[in-house]
């Protein structure tokens, strides 16, 4: 069983940035697909951003441009860079490993974009 561990939300004002963390319990990132999503209230789960086993990187819409995925190997974490908040970035943040039918998820951590 996989074990995925979030940090890094809280509270910023439009324009700020934040670096949300997930960290694995094991290493699964050369054949594990890495996602990020979040979900605001009363609004269905969205993905926003996936890394592969093999690196390549996906955005939705939404973040492209503003959001960056990435991850450390070594530290078994990836993360999640995001620049240019705005209050409609808040949401419950959350890390996902999926591999065909296998999919876990860490608890989520809040984000909270306001003035």
């Known amino acids: 069983q996989v074990q995925l561990v979030e940090s890094g939300g809280g509270l910023v004002q439009p324009g700020a940035s934040l670096r949300l963390s997930c960290a694995a319990s094991?290493?699964?990132?050369?054949?594990?697909?890495m996602n990020w999503y979040r979900q605001a209230p009363g609004k269905q789960r969205e993905l926003l951003a996936a890394?592969?086993?093999?690196?390549?990187?996906n955005y939705a819409d939404s973040v492209k441009g503003r959001f960056t995925i990435s991850r450390d190997k070594a530290k078994n974490t990836v993360y999640l860079q995001m620049n240019s908040l705005k209050p409609e970035d808040t949401a419950v943040y959350y890390c996902?490993?999926?591999?065909?039918?296998?999919?876990?998820w860490g608890q989520g951590t809040q984000v909270t974009v306001s003035s």
């Open positions: 890394i592969t086993g093999g690196g390549s990187t």
């Open positions: 996902n490993a999926n591999l065909l039918q296998y999919n876990y």
């Open positions: 094991e290493s699964i990132f050369t054949i594990y697909t």
